[in-house]
C-alpha cells in the first residue's frame, strides 16, 4: 500500500487530530505527515508476552 496524499498538507498536531478517523494510523515524523495501516488484532497477542514477562520481574507494590 502506498502512502497516501492529501490536499492540505498536514504539518501540526492540531491538523492531524482533526483528520477524520478512517482506520488508518496518522503520524508526524520530523513535520512530515505519514499514514501507514493501523497494526492488526493479532499483534497484541505477540506483545502479551513480553510485557507479561517484564512486570512479572517488577516487585509488588509495597515490597522494597
Same mark, same amino acid.
Given at each position: 500500500m502506498g502512502m497516501l496524499r492529501f490536499?492540505? *498538507?498536514? &504539518? &501540526?498536531v492540531d491538523q492531524l487530530l482533526a483528520l477524520p478517523d478512517d482506520g488508518l494510523r496518522h503520524e508526524l515524523l520530523d513535520g512530515e505527515h505519514v499514514v501507514t495501516p493501523a497494526p492488526a488484532?493479532?499483534?497484541? *497477542?505477540?506483545l502479551e508476552i513480553p510485557v507479561r514477562d517484564l512486570f512479572a520481574d517488577l516487585p509488588e507494590p509495597g515490597d522494597q
Amino acid at each position: 500500500m502506498g502512502m497516501l496524499r492529501f490536499q492540505d *498538507p498536514v &504539518t &501540526t498536531v492540531d491538523q492531524l487530530l482533526a483528520l477524520p478517523d478512517d482506520g488508518l494510523r496518522h503520524e508526524l515524523l520530523d513535520g512530515e505527515h505519514v499514514v501507514t495501516p493501523a497494526p492488526a488484532y493479532r499483534h497484541e *497477542p505477540l506483545l502479551e508476552i513480553p510485557v507479561r514477562d517484564l512486570f512479572a520481574d517488577l516487585p509488588e507494590p509495597g515490597d522494597q
